[in-house]
């Protein structure tokens, strides 16, 4: 089977690889097939977003992975204009590279006191030729893997992830330095629901059985 991934960031490629490993996939990317045209998300929460994405990306593939991410500070209000959400690149409608999303993801902790409890919302889409299946946790569950976002980056770098660099658990006393490895990023959790959606999804637990 071969499966179009609907994003550019190279971390999403990568978790979606490892944790998919395994199975009888082979891996295209909108790169390997020169697509340069994006679908205008205008869903209401990160599922519609995969959702759009990923009917849109299924004109050039029969089976399409896409998935979309919200960041939500539990201090702030749904509806609080300093409330990333759905936008978490796009602040204020200004596209941000890693680095720009850094600088200003710290400047608007420090604004909130230097320290704030985030959680990531995720949705996930499939498009095989049935149609379109999507996936997303309640928030509620989604709280459950909270952690803390500060004000000051540490160093490390993961590209495609950078506000990791502004991350760390909830139990962890420190705060990572040069050198330390960076908190397990939210998205890349594996062995969870989101991981068996996929999978059934595109009908591999269905040929697995056959």
């Known amino acids: 089977m071969q499966v179009l991934i609907g994003t550019t ?79 978490i690149r796009t602040p204020q409608g200004k596209r941000l590279d890693d680095e720009q999303m850094i600088d200003y993801y710290s400047q608007l902790v420090h604004s909130l006191g230097g320290k704030v409890l985030a959680y990531y919302l995720d949705g996930f889409a499939v498009k095989t030729p049935q149609g379109v299946k999507t996936f997303m946790k309640s928030r509620e569950d989604a709280r459950q893997a909270a952690f803390w976002m500060l004000d000051q980056p540490v160093s490390a770098r993961r590209p495609g992830w950078p506000l990791d660099s502004l991350s760390k658990e909830l139990d962890d006393t420190s705060f990572l330095d040069e050198g330390v490895e960076l908190k397990p990023s939210t998205t890349g959790q594996t062995k969870k629901a989101w991981v068996r959606f996929l999978v059934s999804a595109l009908g591999l637990d269905t040929a697995e059985e056959a």
Not at 52 to 60: D, E, I, L, N
């Open 9 to 87: 960031n190279p971390a999403k490629l990568k978790l979606f690889k490892q944790v998919l490993d395994g199975w009888p996939i082979t891996f295209v990317t909108l790169r390997d097939l020169n697509i340069t045209a994006e679908p205008e998300e205008m869903g209401r929460n990160p599922a519609e977003n995969a959702a759009v994405k990923a009917a849109f990306y299924g004109q050039f593939a029969d089976y399409v992975i896409c998935n979309d991410s919200g960041l939500y500070f539990d201090n702030l209000e749904l509806d609080d204009p300093r409330q990333p959400g759905l936008h």
